[in-house]
């Protein structure tokens, strides 16, 4: 069974620093690419970026709001996919998915950017 | 940054009737390498969303073939042919032809 697990999500003050973590299990990892959404709680579904498969050039793309605030890499000798962010704002505030457009939507983890 | 406009925002059906939701693109989603990239997602209440159709019309495994998506360029549907209770939550249209990947606003779906 195709499983991605999300990890991390606490409140944080404006302008820190946090680290998401996702745990991918039931399929091939190293073939797939990962992306993160996010979704501030009652709201729409907003693509915050991606990084593709390493035979596909392991390059990442992200949303105009969070691009050089956020990093998104991938080990896949763990099985694992991460999200650096930096320099946070209230307006991060959200549930964080990581998912396979096409397969699969982690279970979420929420973060809150409030001081 | 491609626009995805759902229409209705909301429906309430009576069990085992059918749906209907509309989405529609700004630009057309058909790629070159001739798929094209519109995918729809359910998300029921309190849980994270779930892949109903991928490229237009392809169901993912284990999903009801009571839904069904069609459409071509900026045009889209997706349809349910007889509502059930579990269907309840909100729908979601997605492209991913272009960056940034955009959603459309979901349209919300209960039962009456």
Excluded at chain 1, 40 to 68: F, M, N
Excluded at chain 2, 75 to 104: H, N, W
């Amino acid at each position: 069974e195709v499983q991605l697990v999300e990890s991390g999500g606490v409140l944080v003050k404006p302008g820190g620093s946090l680290r998401l973590s996702c745990a991918a299990s039931g399929f091939t990892f190293s073939n797939a690419w990962m992306n993160w959404v996010r979704q501030v709680p009652g709201k729409g579904l907003e693509w915050v970026g991606r990084i593709k498969s390493k035979t596909d050039g392991g390059t990442t793309d992200y949303a105009a709001p969070v691009k050089g605030r956020f990093t998104i890499s991938r080990d896949d000798s763990k099985d694992m996919v991460y999200l650096q962010m930096n320099s946070l704002k209230t307006d991060d505030t959200a549930v964080y998915y990581c998912s396979i457009l096409r397969l699969k939507w982690g279970q979420g983890t929420l973060v809150t950017v409030s001081s | 940054d491609i626009v995805m406009t759902q229409t209705p925002l909301s429906l309430s059906v009576t069990p085992g009737q059918p749906a209907s939701i509309s989405c529609k693109s700004s630009q057309s989603l058909l790629h070159s390498d001739g798929k094209t990239y519109l995918y729809w997602y359910l998300q029921k209440p309190g849980q994270p969303p779930q892949v109903l159709i991928y490229e237009v019309s392809n169901r993912l495994s284990g999903v009801p073939d009571r839904f069904s998506g069609s459409g071509s360029g900026t045009d889209f549907t997706l349809k349910i042919s007889r509502v059930e209770a579990e269907d309840v939550g909100v729908y979601y249209c997605m492209q991913s032809i272009q960056l940034p990947l955009t959603f459309g606003g979901g349209t919300k779906v209960e039962i009456k």
